[in-house]
């Protein structure tokens, strides 16, 4: 999926969607990040969904990225070894953030590619949304969780489909 910058429109209707402490995390995200949750979002709106904590997750889904910023070469990187050995690359990524002191630049881009999904929660979490929307941006990453109930298993499906399609 291509994603087109975000157009003021677009942004009337994600501020109205988040609370003003949800409205300054997204806001926090870089461009990019911006522009492809409202991809999600707009992409789960056209195709009917109007459950709230699922539409928050989608525009929220990456905040975490916010505590650790890559640059572009960063990203091609993770984007390409996950393609190649995903494996390899949440190995990679297992490793807390206070064990990075002498790490190169690309192991940091892993770290933050696998551990984002928690980050997030936590911000989410702090900001004040509902333990369902918390739950969905944790898991974003694993549509199959165990443990979870069929209607939060169906939404997190479908946040996991929109963000595998972009």
């Known amino acids: 999926m291509v994603y087109v910058k975000t157009d003021p429109f677009d942004l009337e209707q994600v501020q109205v969607i988040l609370s003003p402490e949800l409205w300054e995390l997204f806001m926090h995200m870089?461009?990019?990040e911006k522009d492809q949750a409202v991809t999600l979002y707009r992409r789960l709106v056209e195709q009917g969904d109007t459950q709230p904590?699922?539409?928050?997750?989608?525009?929220?889904?990456?905040?975490?990225?916010?505590?650790?910023?890559?640059?572009?070469?960063?990203?091609?990187?993770?984007?390409?070894?996950?393609k190649v050995m995903p494996g390899k690359a949440r190995q990679w990524g297992n490793l807390s953030p206070d064990k990075w002191k002498g790490l190169p630049g690309w192991r940091k881009a892993f770290v933050v590619a696998e551990q984002h999904p928690d980050w997030g929660a936590e911000l989410a979490h702090d900001a004040g949304v509902s333990a369902l929307t918390e739950t969905l941006i944790r898991e974003h990453h694993h549509p199959n969780m165990q443990g979870i109930g069929d209607d939060?298993?169906?939404?997190?499906?479908?946040?996991?489909?929109?963000?595998n399609d972009s």
Do not use: F
Not at 58 to 68: E, P, S
Not at 152 to 163: A, H, P
């Open 53 to 82: 904590d699922l539409l928050r997750a989608a525009l929220l889904h990456d905040v975490g990225k916010i505590r650790y910023r890559l640059n572009p070469l960063q990203r091609t990187l993770v984007v390409l070894a996950k």
């Open 30 to 32: 870089q461009p990019g």
């Open 152 to 163: 939060e298993s169906n939404l997190l499906n479908k946040l996991w489909i929109v963000d």
